[in-house]
């Protein structure tokens, strides 16, 4: 059989980097690839080139073994290859009809064609079994929902190839599912999917085919039998890697003391924890449960309606983020690039951005002793750039994650706030963050994480306190810790034996 | 930063080029009067254009300068010119007061900052839209000026009692106009503070990205408001200057449109009206090109109704050049 598209010998080079050095790809009928690599291996240099936003310098593509050119988004359409972006690309403004046909409306008499829109969106999201309204406005959707509106929008198009670039990156575990469940639908009808994913426990459920890719390479395939987490792992990074250590239960002081915390997302909940000195305390449930929320509160970038927070014993009374900050408490937050970083600035710049009176006198910044802290901290941290003036933005999700990391531990942190540490982080920055947690957490810092990467949850933290629409359904030790325990406390059905 | 430099570099060689060509068509323009003259107007329109210019980095809008140029103008020579001194309700209480002109210079400056911190709280705290509260200030201000004027031009004609301060910012200093002089030194203060100093870079910060400069612990509200607050105080310490410069202060039309030309010198200096970008040099540079441009006009015998067509053009020509070079930059980095 041949393959609905093969890339052969892609080359792409910017300026300074060669991002791929000719990279080869088969998508047969039926089939779901899954591509994995660290970021910065060129997975999505590579899934541009399909989908017709970016022109390889070598190489070439065949699409049922005829050489084609792809110049753009709309030839890739023509030819079926679709391409489902990391950030979704919908409009919260229109219902589900409009997103589907949106520029391609239907038209009768010059006027739009409402009721034909309806009806063939109708049909779409019954092929997808998305079981809601076509006049479901966008913004009263779940994220997996508005995923599922960019695949019903991919099929109305036609399309026989779809690329999926990190679907479930800020999805839940149940929303996760659902998403999984279409992408199998699909492969039975034909559609041959190239599913881009850090995360392993799902390629492993989905993949037929496992396609590794490192520094702009292939790095090797792995049939459906042979895939396993240490086999993709050995694949990307090219060694193998020690994952995260149990530890002894941690019994330091308490550092962190939360008493009736109520937030506006849920005034009628009170929420009240302790973080021992040293412990990673670690916040699992649903996208909704109320966690961002909560962390935030305490931080002070989101109201407090109520409750005491207190570290160290002593209570800290105002709450905004700039008293946080100065007593020790610090957050890194779940967007990194909308509100983590300042991505159009440098990575000193952003390093040094809270603690800038430590390098002022007189109110007036000594540049010196800016750009030496900055340097000293961020080769403390890794961060993989010999200059501490390259713009964020250009930075990998790692790096940039490790950047944020690096701006807090320039205040010293007694307690540090965690929210999705590593969304959209390749496997070896996602060991160094590890690593830095535990680093940390031996100098006495308690971790506070937000998290919704089982993986993670099970594999970090010492305590887990799993929240449901607001509320601690239950606090388990790492020991006693399952899958299945924390998402029966995930959705509220509390705990059983 | 690099790109910014590229920025001013651009402006600069347009002034250049302009300052060249006028000179070449009139021996007027390098003549010693002209000089002054060109360099007095650009002391009084560099100095609010800095406030304003601050206000645009942090990515908000100050419309209301015009007007309270005309409203505090009136206020000054009604204040200084007792012949002048004949208050409508509810200020009849200042009928016939003497007001020392310390006195006087301080209210006016008090009475711009005031205003800009009005303006600051209801943009930062009753989070109206910055457009819309300075909108209606520019026409509060103007409406006030000619109530409070009893729509009468006011002027300082011959009065008594603040020669000092009529010599002080209408003189000058080894031939370079006081209000020259003025804006040199505010820029230089202006410079330091906004490129040097942790406050400079706290307001890059909103301007760049308020969620993210607010999650550092950095105060936004009180950084937005402070750029209202230092607009306000540069445009009290401006109309002052003005108010003498133009002598008499005709309340329907004192400062029409200086708001523009201080939005016109930032934005041609290199701010963008989305914030955080900009610089103290760029907002000079672009307001000696404004007033580079109206002395051409002047001088070149363009007819007069021109004037404002021929700033409008320059302007969209600066801009326009400087997005299809930044258009070219990002497609170089893209392909």
Not at chain 2, 276 to 282: A, D, F, L
Request: aromatic content about 6%.
């Amino acid at each position: 059989m041949d393959p609905l598209v093969e890339v052969r010998g892609a080359v792409k080079r910017y300026p300074g980097v060669t991002a791929l050095g000719g990279v080869s790809l088969k998508v047969y009928e039926g089939e779901v690839v899954a591509l994995i690599g660290e970021n910065g291996a060129g997975k999505s240099t590579l899934m541009k080139i399909l989908g017709g936003l970016v022109r390889p310098d070598e190489g070439e593509i065949l699409i049922d073994d005829r050489q084609v050119t792809i110049d753009s988004v709309s030839r890739a359409t023509e030819l079926g290859i679709a391409l489902i972006h990391q950030e979704l690309n919908t409009l919260d403004n229109l219902d589900v009809a409009g997103n589907i046909y949106l520029g391609r409306e239907p038209t009768r008499f010059g006027l739009m064609d409402r009721a034909k829109m309806r009806v063939d969106a109708t049909a779409l999201l019954a092929r997808i079994g998305l079981p809601i309204s076509v006049d479901t406005s966008l913004q009263d959707l779940s994220l997996a929902q508005k995923q599922m509106v960019e695949i019903a929008k991919a099929l109305s198009l036609n399309a026989r190839v779809l690329i999926m670039d990190e679907p479930t990156s800020s999805l839940t575990f149940t929303e996760t599912e659902q998403l999984l469940k279409i992408v199998q639908e699909l492969r039975t009808k034909g559609v041959g999917i190239v599913y881009i994913s850090h995360r392993l426990g799902e390629v492993k459920g989905i993949a037929d085919r496992v396609v590794a890719m490192r520094d702009g390479q292939n790095a090797g395939e792995l049939s459906k039998e042979e895939v396993t987490h240490e086999s993709m792992v050995r694949l990307m990074v090219g060694r193998d890697l020690d994952r995260v250590a149990a530890r002894e239960n941690v019994a330091g002081a308490d550092r962190l003391v939360v008493r009736n915390l109520r937030t506006s997302r849920y005034p009628n909940q009170k929420v009240s924890f302790e973080v021992k000195a040293g412990e990673i305390l670690c916040f699992a449930g649903l996208v909704g449960a109320g966690r961002s929320e909560a962390v935030q509160a305490i931080f002070g970038t989101d109201p407090r309606l109520e409750g005491d927070v207190l570290l160290d014993g002593a209570s800290i009374a105002k709450e905004r983020p700039v008293d946080s900050i100065q007593s020790g408490i610090c957050l890194v937050p779940e967007d990194r690039r909308q509100v983590g970083l300042i991505v159009e600035w440098s990575v000193k710049t952003n390093i040094t951005l809270p603690g800038l009176k430590k390098f002022s006198r007189a109110g007036l910044i000594d540049r010196k002793s800016e750009t030496a802290a900055a340097t000293a901290q961020s080769k403390s941290f890794n961060v993989k750039t010999g200059n501490m003036d390259v713009i964020v933005s250009t930075l990998s999700g790692g790096n940039q994650q490790k950047v944020v990391v690096g701006k807090w531990m320039m205040q010293d942190p007694k307690v540090l706030i965690m929210d999705e540490p590593t969304r959209g982080v390749d496997v070896g920055a996602k060991a160094e963050i590890y690593e830095l947690m535990r680093r940390l957490t031996s100098q006495g810092v308690a971790i506070l994480m937000v998290s919704s990467d089982m993986e993670e949850v099970l594999g970090v933290s010492d305590r887990v306190a799993v929240m449901h629409e607001g509320a601690i359904t239950g606090v388990l030790l790492r020991r006693d810790c399952s899958e299945e325990g924390i998402m029966r406390l995930a959705v509220g059905k509390g705990q059983e034996a | 930063m690099k790109g910014l430099l590229r920025k001013e570099t651009g402006i600069f060689i347009l002034l250049v080029v302009v300052c060249a060509a006028t000179a070449m068509k009139s021996h007027e323009f390098l003549g010693v009067e002209n000089l002054q003259n060109t360099s007095r107007l650009i002391g009084m329109y560099g100095i609010f254009s800095i406030g304003v210019g601050l206000v645009i980095i942090t990515g908000g809008i100050d419309l209301s300068v015009g007007s309270m140029f005309a409203l505090l103008g009136v206020l000054l020579a009604m204040l200084l010119n007792r012949k002048e001194n004949d208050w409508p309700w509810p200020l009849g209480w200042l009928d016939n007061r003497y007001w020392p002109w310390p006195v006087a210079v301080l209210s006016i400056i008090g009475l711009g900052s005031l205003l800009g911190t009005f303006h600051g709280f209801l943009i930062t705290r009753v989070k109206l839209q910055p457009f819309i509260v300075t909108l209606c200030g520019l026409l509060f201000y103007r409406g006030m000026a000619r109530y409070i004027a009893g729509d009468e031009t006011k002027g300082f004609q011959d009065a008594k009692g603040f020669e000092a301060l009529q010599n002080f910012v209408t003189g000058n200093v080894w031939g370079f106009p006081m209000t020259f002089v003025l804006l040199i030194v505010i820029s230089v203060i202006m410079w330091i503070v906004l490129h040097r100093s942790v406050y400079g870079r706290h307001l890059f910060a909103v301007g760049r990205n308020e969620e993210a400069a607010r999650f550092s612990g950095i105060n936004t509200k009180r950084v937005i408001a402070s750029t209202y607050i230092l607009s306000g105080f540069f445009a009290g310490f401006a109309a002052i200057l003005i108010a003498f410069y133009t002598n008499s202060v005709a309340p329907s039309s004192h400062g029409n449109f200086y708001e523009l030309y201080a939005i016109a010198a930032a934005v041609l200096g290199g701010c963008s009206l989305r914030g955080g970008e900009g610089s103290i040099v760029g907002i000079l540079l672009g307001t000696i090109l404004l007033q580079v441009l109206q002395n051409l006009v002047n001088l070149l015998g363009i007819p007069s109704s021109l004037n404002y067509a021929v700033m409008g053009a320059v302007i969209l020509l600066g801009v326009l050049a400087d997005q299809l070079l930044a258009n070219r930059r990002s497609a170089k980095n893209a392909t």
